[in-house]
């Protein structure tokens, strides 16, 4: 992939209302091709508005620029086409449908490119998923958690995102799980897709992650590195717990050293 120093989306002084309340305040933030970038916070920080926000979702003020194209006047559906995918912490599928069935439906917006192609997509999610091509004519409400989050991810990705925004996707699973979850961010990067990610477990979201953001009411106090972020004293005693003997992700999954995401030289941690 060519490297660039543009960044795939950039939002500009984003703000989010439900209502008369504001949510978000002035949010920039970056994604750059071939990154992940994750948005770590407390409850209630506003992050999970902050995916809604930049898919169209929320009723927003300031401007998300994505591919160089400002997407405020481009509707959520359209958002999908233009390769900008959401999945949400909910892990919402066609319970009554089959696994393979949830997964064609993610090719819906494709679906002139033909079955050859979608054949094409399914195999590489399978290929991914290994699980989900044991269990392809399964139900997907008999499915366990853990297969449940793939699927939701395979589904995304019959859409070919560009750019896929996770929320939660760790929220309820158990930890060999979770590595399994990760495995697949990490390997989506290697792949060239770009990855927004919001997650609880700070720890394994800076561990796969370029560059971070912590969001706290509404408003980005402090950006950086990954691995700055996760040095930050203040970041290790609020969100990762200093005692926590829980096995690093990064051994386990291989993830390679990159330079920072922004495609930039390291800048120092700073804050907002």
């Known amino acids: 992939m060519r490297e660039t120093n543009e960044p795939l989306l950039r939002t500009r002084a984003l703000s989010a209302y439900y209502g008369k309340v504001q949510a978000l305040a002035q949010v920039e933030l970056e994604v ?18 902050l995916l809604n926000a930049i898919m169209g979702l929320r009723r927003t003020t300031g401007a998300v620029v994505y591919g160089g194209k400002d997407m405020g006047r481009i509707p959520a559906e359209q958002r999908l086409a233009h390769g900008l995918c959401l999945v949400t912490e909910g892990r919402d599928l066609f319970g009554t449908m089959s696994v393979r069935d949830n997964l064609e439906l993610g090719f819906y917006s494709r679906r002139r490119e033909g079955r050859e192609r ?10 991914l998923f290994p699980r989900l091509g044991e269990r392809e004519r399964q139900l997907a409400h008999t499915l366990s958690g853990g297969e449940r989050q793939m699927l ?20 309820g699973l158990a930890p060999l799980v979770v590595r399994e979850v990760f495995a697949s961010i990490v390997q989506l990067r290697r792949e060239g897709v770009a990855i927004l990610l ?24 402090t950006q950086g590195p990954a691995g700055q972020l996760a040095g930050d004293r203040r970041i290790v005693e609020s969100y ?3 005692g ?29």
Do not use: C, W
């Open 32 to 49: 750059h091709p071939a990154s992940v970038v994750t948005v770590i916070g407390p409850n209630g920080a506003g992050k999970s508005t």
């Open 118 to 127: 979608m054949r094409a997509e399914l195999a590489r999610v399978f290929a």
């Open 244 to 272: 926590s003997g829980a096995a690093p992700l990064r051994p386990l999954i291989d993830a390679p050293a990159t330079p920072d995401a922004r495609g930039m030289q390291q800048p120092e941690l700073r804050a907002a």
């Open 152 to 171: 939701v991810l395979g589904r995304a990705l019959m859409a070919r995102p560009r750019l896929l925004m996770l929320d939660e996707p760790s929220l």
């Open 198 to 221: 919001v997650e609880q477990n700070a720890r394994a979201a800076l561990e796969v992650a370029d560059y971070g953001y912590v969001l706290e009411m509404g408003a980005v106090r």
């Open 240 to 242: 990762l717990g200093a």
